[in-house]
């Protein structure tokens, strides 16, 4: 009982290369685009801070805006550091 599947190195390195190629091009995209909407973020603070933070909807929008943006620059710190 012989497998006729082979465990040949090249293809796997290939494999791993093929896939840290795509890898590579999406993650930028993807960072840039977190990096400015994380800059973009904050101009959307005003109009809550102008209401007051006085209800429940507004801190609400407030914290979830806030998480948003951490969120964002976390994934966009690295963008243009190449």
Known sequence: MSSS????PRSSL????SVRTVGKH????????SFWIAVALPFLYIPLL????SSRP???AFL????????TLLIGHSH???
């Open 80 to 82: 243009l550091q190449d």
């Open 50 to 53: 102008a209401m007051d933070l």
């Open 26 to 33: 999406l993650v930028s995209p993807i960072r840039a685009l």
């Open 5 to 8: 599947t082979t465990n040949d």
């Open 64 to 71: 979830v805006l806030l998480l948003c943006n951490a969120v």
């Open 58 to 60: 507004v801190i609400g």
């Open 14 to 17: 290939s494999a791993v290369s």
